[in-house]
């Protein structure tokens, strides 16, 4: 599992691996809530995939939307502390603006996930959980294990 750059992936907590990033209950309108489900490694939903566009830049400095390949809605930080959603939104709208930056841990190829608005922070499992259904927040940067991610190319 590892970022390369614009694709599709299945985007998948480090401290959960059995989990994935899901646009909840795969809602064909905007502003569903992002939490952790149960993976479906073989066959994942689309509403657990996610399309990366590159906006701008290039390397740990390129920007990237993040798009749920079921809605075609962007992953945002819609505000401070705050479950991540995907509202309808300009794509040039800052807070559905991303980097992904390389944090290797224990031998893993993991990631952080940091919003372009730095007060939004990163990509955060709440609480560390390992259970589906978690909301997945934007919360300030602290590189814990909760706010590293494998990239699993679809």
Known sequence: MGFSGPGIYEIVPYQAPNLSMNAW?????????????????DDPSTNALWQLALV??????????I?????????TATSDKKVTTTPQISPTDPSCHWTIKSMPANGYDVYTVNNKVSSRGQLNVTGSSNKSGTEI??????????????????
């Open 25 to 41: 209950d795969g809602l064909m309108q905007a502003g569903a809530e992002v939490k952790t489900y149960n993976r479906n490694q």
């Open 56 to 65: 701008s830049g290039s390397g740990d400095s390129g920007e990237y939307l």
């Open 67 to 75: 798009i749920n390949v079921r809605t075609g809605f962007f992953l």
């Open 137 to 154: 927040i934007a919360w300030p940067i602290e590189n814990t294990d909760n706010t590293k991610w494998y990239f699993e190319s679809h």
